[in-house]
């Protein structure tokens, strides 16, 4: 999608193209329930949007870091399923927040919430594996998720991305019940 955006701007002569936003808003998961109705691709097609490159490179590395963490454990066969399912469940819980609470958002976008039910996932069936981490050393992967977990958590209040941390939060939760089952 940021190919998109980069020929779009080249074409409006340098300046952000309007269509990009919309573009952006009809892949991305909305928060009225009609327009999850009719426009049923963005329950997925969220979860594979991007429109940051840091945002995009910090969630596959995450992915690709538990997710491997993950697959050893359990076997690869169950990381798609883990993802979408985790994905999902981080899209209803941004759906019910944002329609409970006060400005959470418009849409979501991103795969921060599957990615999370992985990191989630490798701590719960993995909790002692140790990860070396540059500058800091050796660190339990529990100590890990419960870091990622806990900021996720400080950050509903301070961020003007409550819902996406709602939704990382869900999917969290699915990771954490995926193993548990």
Known sequence: INLV???????????????????????SLNREPWLI???????????????GFFHVLFNMLYLFWFGRIVADFIGDRRI??????????GAVIFVLSANTLPNIGLYALGASAAVMAVV???????????I????????????????????????????NNAGGHFAHLGGA???WLYILQ
């Open 37 to 51: 109705i009719t426009r049923p691709w963005g329950i997925f097609s969220h979860m594979f949007l991007h429109t």
């Open 120 to 130: 989630t996932a490798a701590g719960a069936i993995a909790p002692e594996y140790t």
């Open 173 to 175: 939760l699915f990771g």
């Open 80 to 89: 798609l399923p883990l993802y979408l399912m985790g994905g999902l469940a």
């Open 5 to 27: 955006n980069i020929l779009l701007f080249i074409i409006n002569g340098a300046k952000p193209h309007p269509f990009f936003a919309s573009m952006v808003e009809w892949l």
């Open 132 to 159: 070396r981490l540059m500058f800091i050393g050796d660190v339990k992967l529990k100590y890990i998720v419960f870091v990622m977990i806990f900021l996720d958590m400080l950050s509903i209040a301070n961020s």
